[in-house]
Nanobody
Framework: QVQLVESGGGLVQAGGSLRLSCAASGSIFSINLMGWYRQAQGKQRELVATITSGGMTNYADSAKGRFTISRDNAKNTAYLQMNRLKPEDTAVYYC?????????WGKGTLVTVSS
């Protein structure tokens, strides 16, 4: 089993920044992919950004130029630096990890951006 703990969410004004962290622990052999998804109230969960073990990144169009995903393989931790936040970024942000072909999700951290 793999446990994921997200942190860093909170309330921020539009234009501000937040940094989310996702720490993975448990039966980890190697993590192929780490990523962040988000789900706004009444909407489906959507991709924000992903990063492979080799450092290749993928971003949603809404995140490009404002968000940066990174990871520390030694710590099995992924980060999401979010800058120039907008009210439409308000959502629960979930960490996703794929290891040995199994997908794990964190419980989510709430990000609220006030206008």
């Amino acid at each position: 089993q793999v446990q994921l703990v997200e942190s860093g969410g909170g309330l921020v004004q539009a234009g501000g920044s937040l940094r989310l962290s996702c720490a993975a622990s448990g039966s980890i052999f190697s993590i192929n992919l780490m990523g962040w998804y988000r789900q706004a109230q009444g909407k489906q969960r959507e991709l924000v950004a992903t990063i492979t073990s080799g450092g290749m990144t993928n971003y949603a169009d809404s995140a490009k130029g404002r968000f940066t995903i990174s990871r520390d393989n030694a710590k099995n931790t992924a980060y999401l630096q979010m800058n120039r936040l907008k009210p439409e970024d308000t959502a629960v942000y979930y960490c996703k990890v794929i290891t040995r072909g199994i997908v794990y999700w964190g419980k989510g951290t709430l990000v609220t951006v006030s206008s």
